[in-house]
């Protein structure tokens, strides 16, 4: 079972410079999520989808944009890439937490991205 | 809005000892509990987690941990550690009704021989 796939799994880019991260789950999850981790500061919400065609902002949007055109499919984008950039990017996918919320979040491998 | 402390950044603790790992967290509201392993270059795996009823939870690899709700506290416990549990443990918060989870800073857990 593959789960939830990130690609590429490190990437080194030039400041300015733009890149997609793709995140693909073949669980047919409804709601999926992108988050950096920093040394210290856990996991950070950057930005969420709970449906196709749908996402909302999470923690720290800035400098990054977002789509879910397939329901399988959660797409990453930095369009001028700045060295504060520079993370481990995780994507997870979870069922819908409806009214119970207890549907755990399943993660990818990951992707290191430096930004020089 | 809701918050998760990991008290410790870092446990040190010898083979075959005892282990806790502490996590407090702040909410008005009811919440869903969660314990997150990471193995080094790996996402994160479900360890454990509390939705209602007992409030000690049995998970994987013989973790446990115990919701205290006067203390705000999910505390993870292993009796006897293994050099393979080396790993950084994550505890996260989700407010009843919502969709996100809020992670604390985590703990990186070293086992030594």
Redesign the interface.
Known sequence: NAG?TQTPKFRVLKTGQSMTLLCAQDMNHE?M?WYRQDP??????IH?S?GEGTTAK?EVPDGYNVSRLKKQNFLLGLESAAPSQTSVY?C?SSYS?G????Q???????TRLSIL | AQS?T?LD?QVPVFEEAPVELRCNYSSSVSV?L?W?VQYP??????LL?Y?SGSTLVKGINGFEAEFNKSQTSFHLRKPSVHISDTAEY?CAV????????V????TRLTINP
């Not at chain 2, 270059?41 to 479900?46: D, E, F, T």
């Open positions: 939830v709601y999520y210290g500061m856990g996991l950070r919400l969420y709970v999470g995780f997870a937490t009214v119970v919320g207890n755990p979040q399943h993660f990818g491998d990951g | 998760v990991q950044s869903y969660f997150y270059n790996q996402g994160l795996q479900l987690k939705l994550f989700r407010v009843q009704g919502a969709q996100k989870l992670f604390g800073q985590g």
